[in-house]
């Protein structure tokens, strides 16, 4: 069965740095998504991307926050200089399209830990 | 806008017990509705969906009615298991934008 795949699973950093969180998106979706959830809990939006530029974007995704697909198989999430309120979870999902139903695949999570 | 309000947990129940997870939206056009489910240490995993009025999805014994009157998706199951143990997020996406909106999530943990 097809799904999302992210790496790493688990990155610590030091606050400052950057980070590249990756997903692999099932290969015939059209729409990819990265989302984040911090303690377990609320899921939150960061941005949704469509036809190679971003379609829609939270408030949480200030110019810290990048999203690129540099090849036809790569969807990364870079952020330029993190901060410890980053340290969460963050998903990546993709879908086929349409207006209706077209649900949204998750990958397993990446943990962020920010030092 | 659109918004997902569903009901605070953690529930704690008994195995074989009667589930109900409340969930009522808030929405622009006409959404699409889904419950997701979250076992511990895992990614959100599609439990069933609903994409228009009266529509009723169902999966492993769990089941959800799409009620544009009440604007609600009400999660329910008649006998829950100790493995149904997880977090299930009720969701929407309008039809008008490519975003989808979560609830907060609501924790179940089923004991023997």
């Known amino acids: 069965e097809p799904e999302v795949t992210q790496t790493p699973s688990h990155q610590v950093t030091q606050m400052g740095q950057e980070v590249i969180l990756r997903c692999v998106p099932i290969?015939?979706?059209?729409?990819f998504y990265w989302y984040r959830q911090i303690l377990g809990q609320k899921v939150e939006f960061l941005v949704s991307f469509y036809n190679n530029e971003i379609s829609e974007k939270s408030e949480i995704f200030d110019d810290q926050f990048s999203v690129e697909r540099p090849d036809g198989s790569n969807f990364t999430l870079k952020i330029r200089s993190t901060k410890l309120e980053d340290s969460a979870m963050y998903f990546c999902?993709?879908?086929?399209?349409?207006?209706?139903?077209?649900?949204?695949?998750f990958g397993e999570g990446s943990r962020l830990t920010v030092l | 806008g659109n918004s997902v309000t569903q009901m605070e947990g953690p529930v704690t129940l008994s195995e074989e017990a009667f589930l109900t997870i409340n969930c009522t939206y808030t929405?622009?056009?006409?959404?699409?509705l889904f419950w997701y489910v979250q076992y511990p240490g895992e990614g959100l995993q599609l439990l069933l969906k609903a994409t228009k009025a009266d529509d009723k999805g169902s999966n492993k014994g769990f089941e959800a009615t799409y009620r544009k009157e009440t604007t609600s998706f009400h999660l329910e199951k008649g006998s829950v298991q100790v493995s149904d143990s997880a977090v299930y997020f009720c969701a929407l996406k309008s039809n008008t934008g490519n975003q989808f909106y979560f609830g907060t999530g609501t924790s179940l943990t089923v004991i023997p």
């Open positions: 290969s015939n979706h059209l729409y």
């Open positions: 999902a993709s879908r086929a399209g349409g207006a209706f139903g077209g649900e949204l695949f």
């Open positions: 929405a622009t056009g006409y959404p699409s």
